[in-house]
């Protein structure tokens, strides 16, 4: 099938060597690409095909047209969200920020068309989709693996860059892969806890922490510094703002504009900018947590316990308190189910790290955590019974 400049070509494939063709073609015909999570149940796919309104559906047997709505004027991507607390959104993304998304962070980097990329992310992400396309437009090598497999990440010989999640880097680490061999391992998605930055780093590893957003093209700011052109502020609330050439054009799903008349983008997410002027990421600003008057972000808390003995995996969230207006609650999904840690034993190390008004004062003991298909915890979905 030909596409025509304006398609709206939705792809539901699994990851793999052949999405550089897909994203290839789409661009060089100037279409706009809205790859879908292969992951999805049925239902939630049909759903999120019938919110995006495509023009073309391309699965693995073949391609077929649709009676869609032609793509905005510009349009380059539709990328869904991850939705953690409202629900997906469908994020437009023009051909100049995609461009200059690239062109930034390239020139940070110092890579150049000669330094080959791998991709393990999911490409329905930015993250991983970026990795695609500086395919495109550095005409740079790029090696794409079907899922991430820290075998076969270890075993990229010749690969100068790659993009991960701070659990993929912990588990290359836990692999002993050698990470000294990329120039830059980029680490985004969600906050990256500073024992596995220090284990990359003490391998030999350089990794580059990134904060961004899809509303913003992925990660523009840079271990806490701007990517040329971007500009961060912290507005009222604490609530970090950016402002750029690589933000969105707005929603698909006809949701209100994200950017205001004067350029800036509110992110739902909590910061402040330190001494040094580098950006410091506190979670999302639903997620602070209100307790005796103190400000508590559940990120900083995770990363003081997430290296506990007994602790697998965990989440902090806040719930309502009648002395407190809200306290401190540890979801920990234990290494020992037969062995867990105790409350007193995590007050005691969050205590260790930060003042102990942001010590847990309950914990739940779970059997996994509730995620979205990108690997984020979803707070929403903590069992609260």
Avoid at 43 to 61: C, D, K, S, W
Avoid at 65 to 74: K, N, V
Avoid at 234 to 261: F, N
Avoid at 374 to 385: A, D, I, N
């Amino acid at each position: 099938m030909t596409l025509e400049r304006g398609d709206v070509v939705a792809v539901r494939s699994p990851p793999g060597p052949g999405w550089l063709e897909i994203v290839h073609e789409t661009w060089g015909a100037g279409a706009t690409l809205f790859p879908l999570d292969h992951r999805l149940p049925e239902p939630a796919a049909a759903h999120m095909l019938r919110r995006a309104r495509p023009t073309v559906l391309r699965v693995p047997e073949g391609s077929t047209r649709l009676e869609g709505e032609p793509a905005g004027r510009g349009d380059a991507l539709i990328l869904h969200t991850s939705g953690t607390s409202n629900g997906p959104k469908l994020v437009r993304l023009s051909r100049a920020a995609v461009e200059a998304a690239v062109e930034t962070s390239s020139a940070t980097l110092g890579a150049t068309r000669d330094d080959a990329w791998l991709c393990c992310l999911p490409v329905a992400h930015i993250g991983g989709l970026l990795v695609l396309l500086r395919g495109v437009l550095l005409r740079a090598p790029v090696r794409v693996h079907p899922g991430f497999e820290p075998g076969a990440v270890a075993a990229s010989d010749g690969v100068s860059f790659t993009s991960l999640v701070p659990t993929m880097l912990r588990r290359l680490l836990d692999a002993g892969a050698d990470l000294a061999r990329f120039r830059a391992i980029l680490v985004g998605g969600s906050g990256l806890p500073a024992d596995v930055r220090e284990r990359a780093e003490r391998s030999g590893a350089r990794v580059v922490e990134t904060y961004g957003l899809t509303e913003s093209c992925g990660g523009v700011v840079y271990d806490g510094r701007p990517l040329d052109g971007t500009d961060v502020r912290i507005g009222p609330g604490d609530e970090i703002e950016l402002r750029g050439p690589t933000l969105l054009t707005g929603y698909r799903t006809g949701d209100p504009p994200a950017v205001s008349e004067d350029g800036w983008l509110r992110t739902g997410d909590a910061g402040e900018i330190d001494r040094r002027g580098r950006l410091r990421v506190l979670g999302r600003l639903g997620d602070v947590i209100v307790t005796g008057g103190e400000k508590v972000a559940p990120q900083e808390v995770e990363a003081a316990l997430r290296s506990h003995a007994k602790v697998r995996e965990i989440a902090i969230a806040g719930r309502r308190d009648p002395e407190w207006g809200e306290r401190v609650v540890a979801w920990v999904v234990p290494h020992d189910p037969s062995d867990p840690p105790t409350l007193d034993e995590l007050r005691d190390a969050a205590g260790a790290a930060l003042p102990r008004y942001a010590a847990p004062r309950e914990l739940r003991l779970i059997q996994h955590l509730p995620k979205t298909f990108s690997g984020k915890v979803r707070r929403v979905g903590l069992p609260r019974e």
